[in-house]
């Protein structure tokens, strides 16, 4: 994001295109305990606020990827799975 694309985010009120092309930065404002509210046609029509009394799910680097696996042979695509698959 430019400078510029951050200045706007120091507002509390935000079009609803700029929030849903910036809805991560967006999140991380409220994160930081920010209120944010998302306007059409110029008028007030959600907000994002900081969820409170609820604990908060624990950051997972890369979606939590790192916690899944794969059983042994998951790709083992034989010809008769082909044929069983898609026919003759």
Do not use: C, N
Not at 31 to 51: C, N, Q, S, Y
Not at 60 to 71: I, K, N
């Amino acid at each position: 994001m430019s400078a510029e694309s951050v200045e706007q985010y120091e507002q509390t009120e935000i079009g609803v295109y700029e929030a849903k092309t910036h809805l991560s930065q967006l999140l991380d404002l409220v994160a930081d305990g920010r209120v944010v509210f998302i306007t059409r046609h110029g008028k007030r029509a959600a907000e994002l606020r900081p969820v409170t009394g609820v604990e908060q799910a624990p950051q997972r680097p890369f979606g939590g990827w790192e916690t899944y696996s794969l059983p042994d042979g998951w790709d083992d695509f034989t010809a008769q799975d082909a044929t069983d698959w898609y026919g003759e």
